[in-house]
C-alpha cells in the first residue's frame, strides 16, 4: 500500500502548521499583517545578531573545511568520476538555488539603498551611491553562499562517503543526536524545515508574482489586479508541478538549462547594450569597496540605536538579518539538491565550488542589471527612484528595462526568465518535500506526493501576496527561520563528529571505506 510509504507524524505536523499560519491570515488580514509586523520587530530587533552569527559562522567554518584534511576526503571510491561537468553542475546549482528574486532585486536593490543608505551615510551622496552598488552583492555574495552550502557537508557525506541514503534533515544530524532522531525530535527537525521552506518560498513567490504580473501587464495590456496576479501565480504552480512530477532529469533539468541559457542571452544583451564601461567599472569598484569591508558588514548591528544621540538607520535588521533569514530557510533544500549532484567531487571542491560560482553568478546579475539602473539614475535619463516610489518596485523594474533597444523582446525575455526561475526553484522544492515525508525513497518521491507539495508551496504565498507590503513578505523568512539556525550548527557539528571519526578509524585500521585525495590511498574504518 503506497500511503504506507509516507511519514505521516511529518507529514501532517507540516500540513496542520502550514494551514494553522494561512488560515487566520485569510479570514482576519488585517490584524494579522499587525501580527507580523510585531513579529518582525521582536525577531529583528531582540535576535539580529544571531542571523549575523549564523552567516559568518557558516564562512569561517566552511573555508576552515575546505582547507582542512576534511576537506580532502572524496565523495564517492576511489574510481568514481564527477556525475556532472563543473558547467551543468554549477549551472544546477544556481538555477535550484536562486529564483526569480535575483531579478527583482538585482534590478532595483541598489535604489532602497541609495535612498536608504547604511552607516549613517546621506541619501543620494557620494557615499550612498558607493555602497549602493556594493551591498546587492554582499547580501548574494561569499556569506550567504557559504549559509547554502553548509547543510550540503553532512548531506553529501552521509549520503556518499557513509552511503545512506538520507533525503531527511533529521537524518544528517544523527551523529550527534542519535536515536532521539527516530522518535519526536526527528520529526520535529524535519517540520521546521519544511515550514523553513514555505516560509522562505511565501517570500519569493509573493515578490516574483507582481512582477510577472507587471510584465504581462506590459505586454498585453491586461490590468495588474489582485486576480491577475493571482492567475500567475497558479499558473506558475502548474508549470512547476508538472516539471516535478516529471522528475528529476526530464522536467527539472531540462527546464535549468533553457534558464541558463537565456540568462547568458538577456545578460550579455545589457551589457552590450547598455553602458558597458559603466557596468563594468563600477562592478569592479564594488568588488574592492566589498573587499576593503567584508567583515565591518558582516557584524555590523547598531548596538547604540536606543541611546540618544546616535544614528539609527534601520538597515541591518531591515536587510542583512532579513536575507540571511531568507538564505536559511532555503539552505538544508539547496544542501540535499547540491549533496545530490556532487557525487566524484572533494569536499573542498564541493564547498568552494559553491561559494565561489554562486557569488560569480550573482555578481553578474547585480553587476549588469542594477548597474544598468543606477546609470539611468545618475545620468538623469530616467529617475528610476521617483518611478519606484510613486509606481512601486515591479513597474519600475519593467520601466528601467523599457530602457534598452527592442525593449518588449527585453520584457517578455525578462518575463519568462522570471518564470523559469521560479519554476527551478519550486520543482526541486516539491520534490524534496515530498522526499522529506516519506518513511523511504526509493527511486523517486511518489508523484502525487511531489504534486501536492508543488500546490501547497503556493497557498502561503498567495496569502501574503494579498496583505503583504515588503515588511510582511519578509517576516515570513525572518519567522521560518529561526528555528532553523540552531539546526544548521548541529548540522556543523554532525559533519565534524562524523568525518573526525572516520579520519581517526582509518588512521588506526589502515582499511579503506573513505578516500582521501593528495594522497593516493584508500583508508578503511
Ligand atoms: N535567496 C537566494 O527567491 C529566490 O530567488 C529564491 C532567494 C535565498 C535570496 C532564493
Not at 557513509?162 to 524535519?190: C, H, Q, T
Not at 533597444?405 to 525578462?414: T, Y
Not at 559533519?495 to 582521501?516: C, G
Request: hydrophobic share 55%; aromatic share 16%.
Amino acid at each position: 500500500m503506497r500511503f504506507k510509504l509516507i511519514d505521516w507524524p511529518t507529514f501532517l505536523g507540516a500540513l496542520v502548521i502550514l494551514l494553522g499560519v494561512s488560515l487566520p491570515l485569510i479570514f482576519f488580514p488585517e490584524a494579522g499583517a499587525k501580527v507580523i509586523g510585531l513579529a518582525n520587530n521582536f525577531m529583528t530587533s531582540n535576535f539580529g545578531i544571531l542571523y549575523l552569527l549564523i552567516g559568518l559562522f557558516c564562512f569561517l567554518f566552511l573555508i576552515y573545511v575546505a582547507f582542512s584534511k576534511n576537506g580532502r576526503i572524496k565523495l564517492g571510491n576511489r574510481e568514481d568520476k564527477k556525475e556532472f561537468s563543473t558547467f551543468s553542475w554549477a549551472a544546477m546549482l544556481f538555477a535550484a538555488g536562486i529564483g526569480s528574486s535575483i531579478l527583482y532585486w538585482g534590478m532595483i536593490e541598489w535604489a532602497y539603498y541609495y535612498q536608504g543608505p547604511p552607516f549613517g551615510a546621506t541619501p543620494k551622496s557620494n557615499e550612498a551611491v558607493e555602497w549602493a552598488s556594493t551591498y546587492g552583492i554582499f547580501h548574494w555574495g561569499p556569506i550567504a553562499w557559504a549559509i547554502y552550502t553548509l547543510p550540503a557537508l553532512p548531506i553529501a557525506y552521509f549520503y556518499y562517503v557513509r552511503k545512506k541514503p538520507v533525503l531527511k534533515v533529521s537524518e544528517a544530524v544523527r551523529p550527534v543526536l542519535g536515536k532521539f532522531v527516530d522518535g519526536p525530535i526527528g520529526n520535529i527537525i524535519d517540520i521546521l524545515f519544511i515550514f523553513g521552506l514555505m516560509g522562505g518560498a511565501g517570500t519569493t513567490l509573493a515578490l516574483g508574482t507582481p512582477m510577472i504580473a507587471e510584465g504581462v501587464h506590459d505586454l498585453t495590456g491586461i490590468p495588474v489586479t489582485l486576480g491577475l496576479k493571482a492567475a500567475i501565480m497558479i499558473l506558475c504552480t502548474i508549470i512547476f508541478a508538472i516539471s516535478a512530477y516529471s522528475g528529476l532529469r526530464r522536467g527539472i533539468k531540462v527546464l535549468s538549462d533553457i534558464s541558463i541559457w537565456l540568462t547568458i542571452l538577456l545578460m550579455a544583451f545589457v551589457f552590450i547594450f547598455g553602458p558597458t564601461l559603466f557596468i563594468s567599472e563600477t562592478t569592479f569598484n564594488s568588488l574592492g569597496i566589498l573587499a576593503d569591508n567584508f567583515f565591518r558588514m558582516a557584524t555590523w548591528l547598531e548596538p547604540f540605536r536606543d541611546f540618544g544621540g546616535f544614528t539609527e538607520t534601520g538597515f541591518p535588521e531591515s536587510w542583512t538579518v532579513f536575507y540571511w533569514a531568507w538564505w536559511v530557510v532555503y539552505a538544508p533544500f539547496v544542501g540535499l539538491f547540491v549533496a545530490r549532484i556532487s557525487r566524484g567531487r572533494t569536499i573542498k571542491e564541493m564547498v568552494l565550488g559553491t561559494m565561489i560560482y554562486g557569488t560569480f553568478g550573482c555578481v553578474l546579475f547585480f553587476g549588469i542589471l542594477g548597474n544598468f539602473g543606477l546609470y539611468l539614475q545618475l545620468t538623469g535619463a530616467f529617475d528610476v527612484i521617483s518611478f519606484m516610489n510613486e509606481y512601486g518596485a515591479p513597474a519600475a523594474i519593467i520601466e528601467v528595462l523599457h530602457q534598452l533597444p527592442m525593449s518588449n523582446i527585453v520584457v517578455a525575455a525578462f518575463s519568462i526568465l522570471a518564470i523559469l526561475f521560479l519554476a527551478t526553484t519550486f520543482d526541486s522544492s516539491s520534490y524534496i518535500l515530498a522526499s522529506v515525508v516519506q518513511k523511504q525513497v526509493t527511486g523517486e518521491p511518489l508523484r502525487w506526493n511531489r504534486l501536492f507539495w508543488a500546490f501547497m508551496l503556493c497557498l502561503l504565498p498567495l496569502v501574503l501576496m494579498f496583505i503583504g507590503d515588503l515588511e510582511t513578505l519578509q517576516t515570513a523568512s525572518i519567522v521560518a527561520g529561526f528555528p532553523l539556525i540552531f539546526i544548521m550548527f548541529l548540522l556543523a557539528w554532525s559533519f565534524v563528529k562524523a568525518s573526525n571519526y572516520d579520519l581517526r578509524m582509518s588512521r588506526e585500521f589502515k582499511s579503506p571505506t573513505i578516500f582521501i585525495t593528495g594522497k593516493e590511498k584508500r583508508e578503511k574504518q
